[in-house]
């Protein structure tokens, strides 16, 4: 029984939730804990970025009244952070992402990032390797 509550446990879908108003994210973590998923917190910024290099997420939830960091800015790093721990496989990224390959490369171009340049590729191996 201790085995399957702990294995359930690691098996949570894992957020980080970032936000200003501490009492506000302790909340937002309590609601969320409530629904299953395991909550980290940190403030927008350094704190956010290297909480979300360190831990091994599924998501993350940034409060918009958080005046850091444009919602936009955060969306870009976090694809830039999953592309390059994917080590450039745009596909892995998208499925890492939870979105359609299609999507990821719109959300590219819209963001003004040249794959080419950064050394990823535009399928499912990095730059120089073959399938």
Known sequence: MMNQEKDAAS????LLLVGDD???RRSLKRMLESCGFEVAEAAPGVEAERKADELALNGVIVDPA???MPLAEVERRYILRVLDKEGGHVA???RKLGIPRSSLYQRLKNYGI???RRGGS???TP???ES
């Open 92 to 94: 892995r990224a998208a």
């Open 114 to 116: 040249n794959l080419a």
């Open 127 to 129: 730059l120089g390797e």
């Open 11 to 14: 098996q949570r879908d894992k």
């Open 122 to 124: 535009n399928g499912g």
């Open 22 to 24: 501490p009492e506000r």
């Open 66 to 68: 958080a005046p850091d």
